[in-house]
Nanobody
Framework: QVQLVESGGGLVQAGGSLRLSCVVSGCTFRSYAMGWFRQAPGKEREFVATISWSGGSKDYADSVKGRFTISRDNTKNTVYLQMNSLKAEDTAVYYC????????????????WGQGTQVTVSS
């Protein structure tokens, strides 16, 4: 079955950086676009970034543009989220998700999700 496993979360001071990873198994990874989402306590889950099957197309939420970078390595079945200049408001559980096709999308749908990794930014 398809599995997505995130890692790389943790506690970081404001202004610092983290790189999240999401390893995908159980499918032909290079055939699918991927996305990152986050959910803060008491808030709805929100879109963060998406990337097409080849990595040639990307899109970001306005709140993270210029600070976060999504990338992928199809030889390692892994999608990454490099997060720089972190702010307290970036604190959330971060999830990676698979699109049911090769093209990226902000609104979805996304058909498989990881379990999430906690990112906490102290101010």
């Amino acid at each position: 079955q398809v599995q997505l496993v995130e890692s790389g979360g943790g506690l970081v001071q404001a202004g610092g950086s983290l790189r999240l990873s999401c390893v995908v198994s159980g499918c032909t990874f290079r055939s699918y676009a991927m996305g990152w989402f986050r959910q803060a306590p008491g808030k709805e889950r929100e879109f963060v970034a998406t990337i097409s099957w080849s990595g040639g197309s990307k899109d970001y939420a306005d709140s993270v543009k210029g600070r976060f970078t999504i990338s992928r390595d199809n030889t390692k079945n892994t999608v990454y989220l490099q997060m720089n200049s972190l702010k307290a408001e970036d604190t959330a559980v971060y999830y990676c998700a698979r699109r049911p096709g090769p093209l990226m999308a902000v609104a979805g749908p996304y058909d498989y999700w990881g379990q999430g990794t906690q990112v906490t930014v102290s101010s």
